[in-house]
Each structure stands twice: as structure tokens, then as C-alpha cells.
């Protein structure tokens, strides 16, 4: 499974905005860019497993480390 590295409010705002692009996707069915809106996927993804793929790569982490 993949490591969690997002923080709470990292998670909330990913998943927040991922939802919003999706609700518009299915709101807005005669606008041209409706299909750029499915990239809310991406966020809404990651927001929901609180890992990101990138963070992993670059090394970032926005969760709180536990003291040992």
C-alpha cells in the first residue's frame, strides 16, 4: 500500500476541490472545457487515500511526524 505523507487539511482541501470539479462535470454537460473538469479525479484521489504519488518522488510530506 502506499505511504501516507498528506496532513489533514492537505487531504480535506484535495478532496474539497477534486469533488467540486466533478459535481461541475456532471452540472455543466454543454460546456467546452466539461472535460478538463474530469482531471478533478487526480486530487480527489489522492485526497481520499491521503498519499500522493509526487510527494513520494520529490521527497515532501505535509503529515505530522510522530515523536519517538
Same mark, same amino acid.
Given at each position: 500500500? #502506499? $505511504? $501516507?505523507?498528506?496532513?489533514?487539511?492537505?487531504?480535506?482541501?484535495? @478532496?474539497?476541490?477534486?469533488?467540486?470539479? +466533478?459535481?461541475?462535470? @456532471?452540472? #455543466?454537460?454543454?460546456?467546452? *472545457?466539461? *472535460?478538463?473538469? +474530469? #482531471?478533478?479525479?487526480?486530487?480527489?484521489?489522492?485526497? +481520499? #487515500?491521503?498519499? &500522493?504519488?509526487? *510527494? %513520494?518522488?520529490?521527497?515532501?510530506? %505535509? &503529515?505530522?511526524? $510522530?515523536?519517538?
Amino acid at each position: 500500500m #502506499l $505511504k $501516507k505523507n498528506m496532513g489533514s487539511i492537505d487531504r480535506i482541501l484535495r @478532496f474539497a476541490v477534486g469533488a467540486a470539479a +466533478l459535481i461541475a462535470f @456532471f452540472m #455543466l454537460p454543454e460546456a467546452s *472545457y466539461r *472535460y478538463w473538469l +474530469l #482531471l478533478g479525479i487526480v486530487p480527489f484521489g489522492t485526497g +481520499l #487515500l491521503g498519499s &500522493c504519488p509526487l *510527494y %513520494t518522488i520529490f521527497g515532501i510530506g %505535509t &503529515c505530522k511526524m $510522530k515523536s519517538e
